[in-house]
Protein backbone atom coordinates (compact mmCIF):
# COMPACT_ATOMS: atom_id res chain seq x y z
CA UNK A 1 0.00 0.00 0.00
CA UNK A 2 1.35 3.40 -0.94
CA UNK A 3 0.75 6.39 1.91
CA UNK A 4 0.98 10.15 1.51
CA UNK A 5 1.94 12.42 4.22
CA UNK A 6 1.57 15.68 3.30
CA UNK A 7 2.42 18.91 5.67
CA UNK A 8 2.86 22.53 5.74
CA UNK A 9 -0.47 24.39 5.36
CA UNK A 10 -2.10 26.55 6.96
CA UNK A 11 -3.22 30.30 7.41
CA UNK A 12 -1.44 33.14 5.72
CA UNK A 13 -2.56 37.01 4.69
CA UNK A 14 -2.72 37.51 0.82
CA UNK A 15 1.07 38.20 -0.75
CA UNK A 16 2.92 35.94 1.98
CA UNK A 17 3.88 32.10 1.30
CA UNK A 18 3.94 29.35 2.38
CA UNK A 19 5.42 25.76 1.06
CA UNK A 20 3.60 22.60 0.91
CA UNK A 21 5.50 18.61 0.94
CA UNK A 22 4.26 15.78 0.35
CA UNK A 23 6.54 12.23 1.21
CA UNK A 24 5.60 8.89 -0.39
CA UNK A 25 6.05 5.77 1.24
CA UNK A 26 5.21 2.34 0.16
CA UNK A 27 5.29 -1.32 1.83
CA UNK A 28 7.25 -2.51 -0.35
CA UNK A 29 11.07 -2.65 -1.70
CA UNK A 30 10.24 -1.20 -4.93
CA UNK A 31 8.36 1.71 -5.24
CA UNK A 32 9.08 4.30 -8.50
CA UNK A 33 6.92 7.29 -8.42
CA UNK A 34 6.51 8.75 -11.93
CA UNK A 35 4.53 11.71 -12.04
CA UNK A 36 3.93 13.88 -8.50
CA UNK A 37 1.67 16.73 -8.23
CA UNK A 38 -0.51 18.95 -6.57
CA UNK A 39 -4.57 19.63 -7.07
CA UNK A 40 -6.84 21.71 -5.24
CA UNK A 41 -10.23 21.88 -4.29
CA UNK A 42 -12.21 25.24 -3.57
CA UNK A 43 -15.39 25.15 -1.85
CA UNK A 44 -18.64 24.43 -4.54
CA UNK A 45 -15.89 24.00 -7.38
CA UNK A 46 -14.40 20.91 -8.69
CA UNK A 47 -10.67 19.51 -8.02
CA UNK A 48 -7.87 21.48 -10.28
CA UNK A 49 -4.61 21.02 -10.53
CA UNK A 50 -2.38 22.98 -9.84
CA UNK A 51 1.20 21.39 -10.82
CA UNK A 52 2.68 18.47 -11.33
CA UNK A 53 6.81 17.30 -12.23
CA UNK A 54 7.58 13.80 -13.57
CA UNK A 55 10.53 11.92 -12.42
CA UNK A 56 12.84 13.78 -15.09
CA UNK A 57 11.49 17.04 -13.78
CA UNK A 58 9.42 18.20 -16.42
CA UNK A 59 6.49 20.80 -15.08
CA UNK A 60 3.35 21.65 -15.21
CA UNK A 61 1.44 24.74 -14.02
CA UNK A 62 -2.09 25.90 -14.14
CA UNK A 63 -1.77 29.12 -15.39
CA UNK A 64 -3.75 30.45 -12.79
CA UNK A 65 -0.05 30.26 -10.75
CA UNK A 66 2.45 30.68 -13.30
CA UNK A 67 4.97 32.62 -12.10
CA UNK A 68 4.08 32.40 -8.24
CA UNK A 69 4.00 28.87 -7.72
CA UNK A 70 6.72 26.41 -8.06
CA UNK A 71 6.72 22.57 -7.70
CA UNK A 72 10.08 20.28 -7.05
CA UNK A 73 11.11 16.61 -5.95
CA UNK A 74 13.39 15.12 -4.33
CA UNK A 75 13.28 11.51 -5.79
CA UNK A 76 15.54 9.78 -3.12
CA UNK A 77 13.40 11.06 -0.68
CA UNK A 78 9.96 10.18 -3.03
CA UNK A 79 8.99 14.05 -1.86
CA UNK A 80 7.38 16.58 -3.64
CA UNK A 81 7.35 20.07 -2.72
CA UNK A 82 5.20 23.28 -4.02
CA UNK A 83 6.35 26.35 -3.07
CA UNK A 84 3.64 28.73 -3.24
CA UNK A 85 4.37 32.57 -3.32
CA UNK A 86 2.44 35.84 -3.62
CA UNK A 87 -0.50 34.08 -2.18
CA UNK A 88 -3.88 35.25 -3.06
CA UNK A 89 -7.33 34.94 -1.34
CA UNK A 90 -8.31 32.83 -4.64
CA UNK A 91 -6.04 30.00 -3.47
CA UNK A 92 -7.76 29.24 -0.49
CA UNK A 93 -8.54 25.45 -0.87
CA UNK A 94 -7.71 21.89 0.27
CA UNK A 95 -4.68 21.27 -1.63
CA UNK A 96 -3.99 17.28 -2.06
CA UNK A 97 -1.16 15.73 -3.48
CA UNK A 98 -1.48 13.08 -6.22
CA UNK A 99 1.54 10.81 -6.79
CA UNK A 100 1.44 8.30 -9.97
CA UNK A 101 2.93 4.61 -10.74
CA UNK A 102 3.13 3.01 -13.54
CA UNK A 103 4.04 -0.91 -13.53
CA UNK A 104 1.42 -2.89 -15.82
CA UNK A 105 -1.06 -0.02 -15.68
CA UNK A 106 -1.14 3.20 -14.07
CA UNK A 107 -2.03 4.01 -10.78
CA UNK A 108 -2.91 7.26 -8.81
CA UNK A 109 -2.53 7.40 -5.30
CA UNK A 110 -3.88 10.52 -3.15
CA UNK A 111 -3.03 12.35 0.38
CA UNK A 112 -5.99 13.13 2.32
CA UNK A 113 -5.66 16.74 1.49
CA UNK A 114 -4.64 20.03 3.33
CA UNK A 115 -5.86 23.31 4.15
CA UNK A 116 -4.17 26.70 2.71
CA UNK A 117 -6.45 29.63 3.50
CA UNK A 118 -5.73 33.26 2.29
CA UNK A 119 -7.12 36.05 3.92
CA UNK A 120 -7.30 39.23 2.42
Known amino acids: QVQLVESGGGLVQAGGSLRLSCTASASRSIFRPNAMGWYRQAPGKQRELVASITSGGSTNYADSVKGRFSISRDNAKNTVYLQMNSLKPEDTAVYYC????????????WGKGILVTVSQ
Open 98 to 109: NVQEKVFVTMDY
